[in-house]
């Protein structure tokens, strides 16, 4: 016969009831932060895996902000270069028009004057700043790159250094093109040939007009070079963000999979701990009743 | 005559003995919720005979003796289940409690720190001439720094609050070995009059039970009843009415409290390392093999972040053209005195080249490099790779404590049903041994009635 004593009864109730009760803790724990990792004896290896695919979430999403303000860079410049273009158009559709010698020095010098606007116009362009920082000063961006000089001469103040961000670890991708590869670039100086031209259109020179359109054209494809460079720039951004997006959402997923609580485990958990609490409850409320006390009367 | 006082004796006998039975019925019910309590047993024997014609005759019944069930290789499973027990609770006390410091899945730990921090040099390598991007990356640095002076204070913290445990355990320890060896002396007295000493043996019994789960006792009865108990290899702590006291020291440096042992001579032997249960295993275990490996180890982390930045950082130039400048205080390479050495935001050196400042972004980007780059000094790990599994050691750690303690608990409890069923009090069955002495008293009244009635006719016969 195996006996049953009155401690070891009410002790082996009150330890059912604790279990159950720290089992309804722990899913309603769950329930409340959603998270089913909450600290490292949760699932030590998974806690492990949290701390790392957090790191590389962090990461990512960074490379995506930086890309963001690149981004937004390069279609400053973009949009510098397009201008420049334009100008560099209208100021050669002025040249060959005043090279035609039916013109008078009086008509050349008036054509001069819009060729000048140009010309400012296009210094102003190269020293286009964004935030503050100017585009095309290679990495001296807290200078005005391009000044100009006694006789219409333009001097080119900035850097050859270049500026790249990070799109993934290690990949970097160049965001920036000096100044001086622009405008006093491989090809010709623009600002050189526009100021040579603006002097043959002063000093009625046809020859020295037909040299300045030469020049234009030199110009106006070094600087569309510039500018398909930009583009190809901000394609890389762009690809490298559609890449980054992606693999922000499968780490997000990876993260959940791994420390996120399954919502409707937990909750049906915690409903089922409920209800073994109350079973238990119940079940001590009939047993307690059980002695032979009342029948000794 | 003879056989009618005989009678009577018979009857006086009984009533006694069923008394004496219905006493220790209702000791038992009494103490049915007394901690370490063993039911009791009258033990019913008769009485000698007398000498007669044609025989022997019975004179009656005693109380022989009043037993006290126990199971004493039940007992010893518990003594050994208190020392685990006590050992895996208290490792998984603290253990739980460091573990608070690794709040990543909340997003505050020094892991989110760690990738604020060079989510931050990224952005200052994006806009390298900014001073707000340099302002949040100092701030950033400070909170980095923050967290390691937190984490390494908290541990600290937790080693002291665990020394002081191992004191207080230790004072514990000392008062139950002498209240053990005064009650030896006691039960030996008492057995030596020939007595069950058995409410002293309960005593006796839950004073050890509650030494085996701070320390790991071995325990050998005498013939005469007296306990003598070891712990460690072999060290005494109780012998007769002698015990043995054991000392708490400071380490001369460190600080933490050793085990001595006072073997009476005045020499104290070191006996921490001896030391496989109870309460004191659990702290020392707590305390030498998670807390001091993790304070090394997040010392090793913050000194590899200090000494690898500042090596970046010395070569690059500041806004404010400086170089060779220090972003973390170079002495501060433990991660209680991890600092930000740079309080101007002009002087982060986000730049390669003298030349290139401000647009210049070189450094910076080397410097961001550095999360993604392995150390030997960090197991060929990246520092929140290190970090990873430090964090993911202690959880195991933990997880193991807290699977042991849950496991000791189950296997404690089945014990202790063991042993109630062994010599708990069940009320039901004393309340049946209740009705019965009754009766039995009741028939002994009974008897005496009957031989007062006739004495009384004897008596009557006279008149």
Redesign the interface.
């Known amino acids: 016969m195996?006996?049953?004593?009155?401690?070891?009864f009410?002790?082996?109730l009150f330890?059912d009831l604790q279990h159950t009760r720290g089992r309804i803790l722990g899913a309603q724990e769950q329930v409340s932060?959603g998270?089913r990792?909450?600290?490292?004896?949760?699932?030590?290896?998974a806690?492990?895996?949290?701390?790392?695919h957090?790191?590389s979430l962090?990461?990512t999403?960074?490379?995506i902000?930086?890309i963001q303000?690149?981004t937004a860079r390069l279609d400053v410049a973009d949009n510098a270069l397009s201008q420049a273009g334009n100008l560099l158009a209208r100021a050669k559709e002025l040249a060959v028009r005043a090279r035609s010698d039916t013109n008078t020095a009086a008509e050349r010098a008036a054509i001069a004057q819009e060729v000048r606007q140009i010309h400012r116009q296009l210094v102003g362009i190269a020293n286009t700043e964004v935030?503050?920082?100017t585009v095309f000063?290679?990495?001296?961006?807290?200078v005005s790159p391009f000044v100009i000089t006694v006789g219409d001469t333009v001097v080119y103040q900035g850097?050859g250094?270049t500026?790249?961000?990070?799109v993934e670890?290690?990949q970097?991708v160049q965001v920036?093109i000096p100044g001086d590869q622009v405008f006093a670039g491989p090809n010709t100086n623009v600002f050189d040939g526009l100021r040579d031209l603006l002097a043959a259109l002063e000093t009625n020179n046809g020859s020295g007009i037909a040299a300045g359109i030469a020049t234009i054209d030199l110009a106006l494809t070094q600087v569309s070079a510039a500018h398909g460079q930009i583009g190809a720039f901000a394609s890389r951004l762009q690809a490298s963000h559609e890449t980054l997006l992606a693999t922000v959402e499968v780490t997000q997923r990876i993260l959940s999979e791994q420390?996120d609580a399954d919502l409707a485990k937990a909750v049906s958990d915690l409903q089922r701990y409920q209800v073994a609490f109350e079973a238990t409850s119940e079940a001590i409320g009939r047993i307690l009743n059980l002695?032979?006390?009342p029948f000794?009367r | 005559m003879s056989g009618i006082s005989q009678l009577l004796d018979i009857g006086t006998g009984a009533l006694a003995a069923f008394q004496r039975a219905l006493t220790v019925t209702g000791h038992n019910l009494a103490n049915?919720?007394t901690p370490g309590f063993s039911?009791q047993e009258a033990v019913f024997s008769e009485r000698p005979p007398v000498d007669g014609n044609p025989g022997q005759v019975g004179t009656g019944v005693r109380v022989g003796s009043i037993r006290r069930p126990i199971d004493k290789f039940l007992e010893d499973q518990l003594l050994a289940s208190h020392e685990q027990r006590g050992r895996f609770g208290a490792a998984q006390t603290v253990?739980?409690q460091i573990?608070?410091l690794?709040g990543?899945?909340?997003?505050y730990?020094i892991?989110?720190a760690?990738?604020?921090f060079?989510?931050a040099v990224?952005?200052v390598?994006?806009?390298?001439?900014?001073v707000t991007a340099r302002t949040v990356l100092l701030s950033r640095s400070g909170t980095l720094a923050g967290r390691f002076n937190q984490a390494s204070a908290v541990l600290i913290e937790q080693r002291q609050a665990v020394d002081r445990h191992i004191s207080q355990s230790i004072a514990e320890i000392n008062d139950l070995t002498s209240q053990i060896a005064a009650l030896n002396a006691r039960i030996r007295d008492v057995q030596l009059s020939g007595q069950n000493p058995n409410d002293l043996l309960d005593e006796r019994g839950r004073l050890v039970n509650a030494l085996g789960a701070l320390i790991d006792v071995t325990s050998l009865q005498n013939e005469d009843g007296q306990l003598t108990l070891f712990t460690g290899r072999g060290q005494l702590l109780v012998e007769q009415h002698h015990s043995y006291k054991l000392v708490g020291l400071a380490t001369a440096g460190s600080g933490v409290v050793d085990v001595r042992y006072d073997p009476g001579g005045g020499s104290l032997i070191s006996i921490t390392s001896l030391i496989s249960g109870g309460r004191l295993r659990g702290l020392l275990e707590a305390r030498d093999q998670t807390i001091a490996p993790l304070l090394t180890s997040l010392d090793t982390l913050a000194s590899e972040i200090v000494a690898r930045v500042n090596l970046q950082h010395r070569v690059g130039f500041g806004l404010d053209g400086s170089t060779g400048v220090d972003f973390f205080s170079p002495t501060g390479t433990a991660a209680n005195t991890m600092a930000v050495a740079i309080t101007d935001p002009r002087r982060i050196a986000a730049?390669s080249?003298a030349?290139?400042?401000?647009?210049?972004?070189?450094n910076a980007?080397l410097l961001?490099?550095l999360?993604?780059t392995t150390f030997a000094a960090l197991g060929t790990q990246?520092f929140?790779?290190y970090?990873?599994?430090l964090?993911?050691?202690?959880?195991?750690a933990?997880?193991t404590a807290?699977r042991d303690a849950a496991a000791q608990?189950i296997l404690h409890?089945q014990l202790?049903?063991h042993r109630?069923?062994?010599?708990?009090?069940?009320?039901?069955?004393e309340?049946?041994n209740i009705?019965k002495y009754q009766r039995g008293f009741e028939a002994a009244s009974r008897l005496i009635v009957t031989a007062d009635e006739l004495l009384r006719t004897l008596l009557d016969m006279k008149r």
Not at chain 2, 125 to 130: G, L, V
Not at chain 2, 355 to 362: D, L, T, V, W, Y
């Open positions: 195996v006996r049953v004593a009155d401690q070891q009410y002790s082996s330890s932060s998270l990792v909450r600290k490292p004896s949760d699932d030590p290896s806690f492990g895996e949290v701390v790392r957090k790191a962090s990461k999403q960074q490379a902000r930086n303000f690149s935030n503050g920082q000063a290679g990495t001296r961006t807290d850097n250094e500026q790249s961000v990070e670890p290690g970097l920036t420390g002695s032979l006390l000794l | 049915v919720h039911r253990l739980s573990q608070s690794f990543d899945a909340g997003d730990g892991g989110t760690l990738n604020d060079f989510a990224q952005d390598a994006t806009n390298p001439a900014d730049s080249t030349a290139g400042i401000p647009g210049n972004n070189a980007l961001r490099a999360q993604d990246t929140s790779g970090y990873g599994s964090a993911s050691n202690l959880g195991a933990t997880q807290q608990d409890d202790e049903a109630a069923a062994v010599s708990g009090v069940s009320s039901d069955e309340l049946v009705l």
